[in-house]
């Protein structure tokens, strides 16, 4: 196989962006689903993506294969929580092992918030990758990390988390933040993170924002949401979707999730 194998890792969604006080429950579980649907589809049509390993929960895989339809994507159950143990680094070393045992050597890594992923960008990146090291983007913080990938997916130590563009580097990966597109390194923690993605996200995240302007108002006039305590008088507004609504789901059969 000369492509790459992509692992993304999705949280339930019940439970994701947590950090986003003020918003409604039911609003943050669409706002993760979209900035799932629409990572996990850019990454199944970028060319030099053979495949793409999503470990999930059952729920989040059959919602994501439903949509997406046939397009490489390739469903793991997340393993299961051991106490103590980092969840989000244990779901990447379980998709990457899925990935290496299925034949693939080329390897990456991605956080499922990116809203402004491009195919152009994510296949610049891979190509920069180095032959004998592992290479990272970090996050628009500059102190976390999106995408960590190696030619030789055996080399890749997962350390993904708060400092962890640190603990990257100082593993011996290359840094390739800023020869790369800007967007690989817009994942979304905070108020102001969204708002800085709300003008180059894909279609279901620009569908939630078309359908969230009276909640996102309000949180404005209210004061409790992060864009008007920093200064910013208006609400995060969409860009240009590439569609108004959201994809047409396609039918699939109940995908057979690989098991950890």
């Known amino acids: 196989m000369t492509g790459w194998a992509v692992v993304v890792p999705v949280k339930s969604w019940q439970v994701a962006k947590s950090r986003l ?3 409604h429950a039911r609003a943050r579980k669409e706002l993760a689903r979209a900035f799932a649907h629409d990572t996990v589809r850019t990454v199944c049509d970028t060319p030099r993506v053979d495949a793409c390993f999503v470990v999930a929960p059952a729920a989040e895989l059959w919602d994501l294969a439903r949509a997406l339809g046939d397009r490489g994507l390739c469903p793991v159950l997340e393993p ?3 106490d103590g143990r980092d969840t989000l680094n244990a779901a990447l070393a379980c998709g990457r092992d899925i990935a290496l ?3 693939h050597r080329r390897v ?3 956080v499922a918030d990116l809203p402004g992923l491009s195919g152009e960008g994510l296949t610049g990146f891979l190509r920069m990758v180095p032959a004998e090291r592992p290479a990272f983007i970090r996050d628009v913080h500059g102190t976390g990390t999106t995408v ?3 030619r030789q997916g055996a080399l890749l130590r997962p350390r993904f988390g708060h400092d962890s563009a640190v603990r990257h580097r100082s593993s011996g990966a290359v840094d390739l933040t800023s020869r790369c597109d800007p967007r690989l390194s817009h994942d979304v923690d905070t108020w102001l993170d969204l708002g800085a993605v709300s003008r180059v996200a894909g279609p279901w995240v620009n569908r939630w924002f078309e359908d969230s302007r009276s909640m996102l108002a309000t949180l404005s ?6 864009f008007a305590e920093e200064g910013d008088a208006d609400p995060p507004q ?3 979707p590439r569609s108004g609504r959201c994809p047409p789901e396609t ?3 109940e995908p057979r999730a690989t098991r950890a």
């Open 21 to 23: 006080t003020g918003m």
């Open 251 to 253: 039918e699939a059969r």
């Open 80 to 82: 299961e929580a051991l």
């Open 148 to 150: 960590l990938a190696s």
């Open 108 to 110: 990456a890594l991605l």
């Open 238 to 240: 969409p860009g240009n």
């Open 221 to 226: 006039r209210s004061r409790t949401g992060r």
């Open 101 to 103: 045992g299925s034949g």
